[in-house]
């Protein structure tokens, strides 16, 4: 946080050039893929998004997620037990218009129907990935003039990690969950030695019930917002919680989202969570209105607010005067402008090749984001 003006930061994931696309599906598939190739695609695309975060002006980066073929499904390259797939469950909105439903989770990537199932113990694996990841990312940002006022580095939350997954192993969600978060737990260690800050990816906190839950009360979907709560809180018990943000939406898909849970609901779960920051939609239009939630049920003392004000499932570029009413309402509803860091709704290629904003734009409306953070300051401080 600073005293004079808002900083500005992103989601994670970046738009991925098309040579490192066409890799990452050909790795997805199974592939064969020279390592000198890919090491040196990754690096080129990493510098690439690292110069263009600089041009358009944030002051909090990341690598843009380059060498993942997803935010979430990467654990099942770093984690052990992983065996076929399994055909995933229609989310409860999209059963709704099933002629919609066909083609909206098509992607060159990744195929969105399946899941990874677990088919034995679950260990983490990943060490050396996620090692090369943070290095390469590092290593581009020293050899560079460039400065930024801080550097974050995402990773699947336990809940998002278990959900992702299909458990065909383990006797219970709960067991699945814990061993879940103990294996990522290293991976998480890894990230704040770099001293970046830990973005944990936890859609599954407001998604928990988009499958399968139909009209079903919302108390029955609180306990497991408060088991996903208790297992992040615990995989990340060893981090300072100001080295810690949590990033959730209600899915980063273009979709009808009727059936979307209110965020008053959970909120006040969301509260016990043992971090420093929280990201959430703002720009989303199913959830727009929402700001006022954050006026009846205070932000805990000492969290940051990271509200996304640029909306990801549109190619239209927000005006800077749009980002800067989003801005200032919420800085209003929170009481000090102070506590907030400007940011999108979610990522703009959390999916490989499912991205819904062309590249060009996604740059274009990180600017407008920019530009919409500075205008907010102008008339907040």
Request: aromatic share 8%.
């Amino acid at each position: 946080m600073t005293d004079d003006r808002i900083l500005t930061t992103h989601i994670g994931s970046l738009p991925r050039t098309p040579e490192l696309l066409d890799l990452l599906k050909r790795r997805q598939d199974g592939e064969a893929v020279d390592e000198d190739v890919w090491h040196e695609t990754v690096v080129d695309a990493t510098e690439t998004v690292i110069q263009k975060q600089a041009d358009v002006g944030l002051d909090i980066v990341n690598n843009g997620e380059q060498p993942r073929v997803s935010f979430n499904w990467y654990v099942a390259n770093r984690l052990s037990g992983i065996g076929d797939t399994r055909e995933a469950p229609l989310w409860d909105d999209l059963a709704d218009f099933p002629e919609y439903a066909e083609d909206a989770f098509h992607a060159e990537g990744i195929d969105l129907t399946k899941q990874p199932s677990v088919t034995g113990p679950v260990e983490y694996v990943g060490e050396a990935a996620a090692r090369e990841e943070i290095d390469t990312f590092y290593e581009l940002l020293g050899e560079s003039d460039l400065d930024f006022e801080g550097t974050f580095i995402t990773a699947a939350s336990p809940g998002v990690a278990a959900a992702t997954l299909v458990n065909d192993y383990y006797d219970s969600h709960e067991e699945f969950l814990s061993v879940v978060g103990d294996a990522l737990k290293r991976e998480y260690e890894l990230i704040v030695e770099t001293g970046a800050t830990l973005q944990l990816d936890a859609p599954d906190l407001l998604t928990t019930g988009h499958r399968g839950f139909g009209d079903r009360p919302i108390e029955k979907l609180k306990p497991v917002v408060r088991m996903h709560v208790e297992a992040l809180n615990e995989a990340t018990k060893d981090i300072p919680d100001e080295q810690i943000r949590v990033h959730t939406c209600w899915g980063s898909y273009e979709g009808p989202h009727h059936r979307d849970k209110p965020l008053e609901a959970v909120l006040p779960i969301l509260y016990d969570l043992d971090i420093g920051g929280l990201s959430i939609e703002e720009a989303n239009p199913r959830h727009q209105h929402e700001y006022r939630v954050f006026r009846e049920h205070p932000l805990p003392e000492d969290w940051t607010l990271i509200p996304g004000v640029v909306d990801v499932k549109t190619n239209v570029v927000e005006h800077p005067e749009v980002v800067a009413d989003r801005l200032e309402r919420v800085a209003d509803a929170v009481g000090d402008p102070t506590r907030i860091v400007a940011a999108p709704d979610c990522g703009f290629d959390t999916q490989a090749g499912l991205a819904m904003v062309h590249p060009e734009i996604a740059w274009k409306k990180l600017e407008a984001l920019v530009e919409g953070a500075e205008v907010a300051t102008e008339r907040l401080f």
